[in-house]
């Protein structure tokens, strides 16, 4: 569901940032677009695709569309992080939403953001899959179990959206964040939280996102995996998952591995219930829990090898190490600094 065009303009600044290499999807993202543009004060695209991808977008995006490439002052391997800091910058209002190019918000889900930044700096949205494609289903178990429990203290449960509503006057006071880190929108948030910021995850507050290809999803699966090293306790029960189910299976310990199931099936199931997301995640999600812990258990594994062997993950020509730094981190870097003062 797209936005409708009823109802007043919310006042916010809608900030995508984008780098394609090819144009497969445009005329689906600019009919969003050119939908969004009559809900939001102002739609800015951040473009750090290749000169002849820019020019493409440029002519198919609708009027009043801020497009611009990535300001060369806000660096990052991440290309996100500039796109997204750049925006920013160019933001006429305080509150702004942030989204990926697969996200697809509607004009209610947009009023209730800009409603809910009254409370909190940044507002954290919960994602669901728009058409139901078979990865899509395996890839809701994740956020079912997120919707539980994610191993993060200072966040909480909820699942890691591809969007954030944000206030961008603290954002931009606080001096943005790094873009030397894989899970950005976690380092985006974290570094929110060191500077005496306050993030909302508001489990009822639900946003579409288009699926990858299949191929795009299988590729991601080791890299996806990588990210929790930003949370070690989540990590070290992926990486205890393996050699526990390893241990009951040469034991024969089969209704012990069938009860084990039953119960990750039952808390995904609890997840999708919480916050009234029934109406919008599919119980499949909920029966492919224990099918996503063994994928994720063996990437966890996978992950540690090429963190250990080759020094991070692949991202695009180079490599990254660090998933996120952790709050008390942040906060060691920032303490002293004028610009951290918590927001009013």
Request: hydrophobic fraction near 45%; include cysteine; charged fraction near 25%.
């Amino acid at each position: 569901m797209t936005p409708s065009s009823s109802g007043d303009v919310v006042e916010l600044a809608y900030v995508l940032p984008l780098r394609w290499n090819e144009t497969e999807g445009l005329a689906e993202l600019c009919d969003y677009l050119t939908e969004l543009r009559t809900c939001v004060g102002q739609l800015i695209v951040v473009d750090g695709s290749p000169a002849d991808v820019f020019r493409k977008v440029d002519a198919s995006l609708p009027p009043e569309t801020e497009h611009i490439p990535p300001d060369p002052r806000h660096p990052g391997t991440m290309g996100k992080v500039p796109g997204v800091l750049t925006g920013l910058d160019r933001a006429r209002c305080d509150r702004v939403i942030l989204a990926d190019d697969d996200v697809r918000w509607t004009a209610g889900g947009l009023r209730r953001a800009h409603e809910l930044l009254d409370e909190a700096e940044v507002i954290r949205p919960q994602n669901h899959f728009e058409p139901l494609v078979w990865h899509a289903t395996w890839d809701t178990a994740r956020s079912l179990l997120n919707r539980v429990w994610t191993g993060d203290r200072d966040l909480g449960a909820g699942d890691f959206p591809g969007t954030l509503a944000v206030r961008a006057d603290f954002v931009r006071r606080i001096g943005g964040y790094d873009g030397e880190c894989l899970f950005e929108n976690l380092e985006l948030m974290r570094t929110v939280i060191a500077a005496g910021g306050r993030v909302k995850t508001p489990l009822d507050l639900f946003v579409a996102r288009r699926p990858p290809t299949a191929r795009h999803f299988m590729s991601q699966r080791v890299r996806q995996a990588y990210d929790d090293f930003a949370i070690p306790v989540r990590m070290a029960t992926w990486l205890g998952l393996a050699p526990v189910a390893a241990f009951a299976l040469r034991g024969r310990r089969y209704k012990s591995i069938a009860a084990a199931a039953a119960l990750a099936a039952a808390i995904a199931e609890a997840g999708r219930r919480r916050g009234g997301g029934a109406a919008v995640l599919p119980v499949g999600g909920a029966l492919l829990a224990p099918a996503w812990l063994i994928e994720r258990a063996i990437c966890a594994w996978l992950a540690l090898s090429v963190r250990i062997l080759r020094g991070g993950v692949a991202y695009g020509a180079v490599r990254l190490s660090r998933s996120a730094h952790s709050v008390s981190e942040l906060r060691a870097t920032l303490e002293g600094s004028p610009s951290t003062t918590p927001a009013a």
